[in-house]
């Protein structure tokens, strides 16, 4: 069997096996082999596979209403803006299909926000390791050479700094440097599932030097956002509230949705025909994100991030913790990172051989991102497996 598609363009390095459906955590194969889902399609299933409530809400969408313009009213739209304004504490919604388009519209805030201010080309402050998407904008804003290597022009506009150093912040706070906001993940998670240090201190650090300098504090939570890290918001582990924050993957459960919250204070910078997405915010996606936050808090979702999450960190900290192959093992609720001492992208394979789905990023974090609805069986199996599959693996590579 080939599943190399040479009708497809080749950007991706597929694994050699092709889904065919799914119930929680478990992923069935075309040949009825059953897999652990560890990943959850990158943090996208916050539900799992094949959520009864889910599905019969899209299901009951799709037949009445799935598409129509952002030309007209559209009630499921407000009320999922609503929805994420009451948990977030912010003002105001946009909606579009994607984290990249999220966070697209993050950098043309941060540019009206920098001409209403006086500046005439604003630049952004951005994180080394930092991963904001694949459009030419939030390429740029990214990071690493890795995603921006061959499609030079980038795009202008960013200044990066190390991540979790303030220092190195405070040394470019300079008017000279015509900034006018910071685009930042509270947790890093292409870039190796990176937790600062002291969380609470950093993000509030953060704060203060935007509020001090009238610069936009915009935080990408479209990997961490919607439960994962055991708060509704990654930035609720800390006092403070962004200016911005942008919110994608696991926010529909599956069904294509991003969504740019804002404050008062941004909000009062768009007028119409500044902005905007076909797409965004339709009905169908709106449901799923609805369906998804209702369910989250029905089940109870967020806790069980906390406890699964502790768990899991509990466990392979004992078994594997002190190993001297394991640099570190870092999490926040069900976002974990698992740091060697070699590169391990071959583990994803072994793994896959064992009937477990997981990630590696930054060529040597195993990287862990179930679905919240994670049973704790299921957890332990999780950490059953990945145990014997690090240990074995440190063993061959002679670590
Ligand atoms: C995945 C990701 C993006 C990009 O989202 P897409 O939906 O792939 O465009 C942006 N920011 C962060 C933090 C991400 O993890």
Redesign the pocket.
Known sequence: MSLIKSSLLNTYKRLPVSFDKGEGVWLVDKFGNKYLDGLSG??VNTLGHNHPILVKAISKQAAKLIHISNYYHIEEQSMLADALVGISKLSSVFFCN??????EAAIKLARLHGHKIGIDTPNIIVMEG??????MG?LSASGGRKYQAGFEPLMPGFIRVPYDDMAALKKIADKKNKISAILI?PI???GGVNIPDNFNEYLSSLRGICDDNNWLLML?????GIGRTGKWFAHQHSEIKPDVM?L??GLASGVPI?ACVANDKVSSLMAPGKHGSTFGGNPLACVAGLTTLEIIKKEGLISNATVQGNLIYKELSLRIGKHPGVKSIRHMGLMIGIELSIPCVDLINIALDDKLLINVTADNVVRLLPPLVIKKEEAMLLVDKLTDLILNFLEKNDK
């Open positions: 990158v943090a994607s984290g990249c388009e999220a966070n930092g991963f904001h998407g694949r459009t939030t993940e890093q998670g292409e990408d939570e479209v990997q961490c942008t994608a993957k991003g």
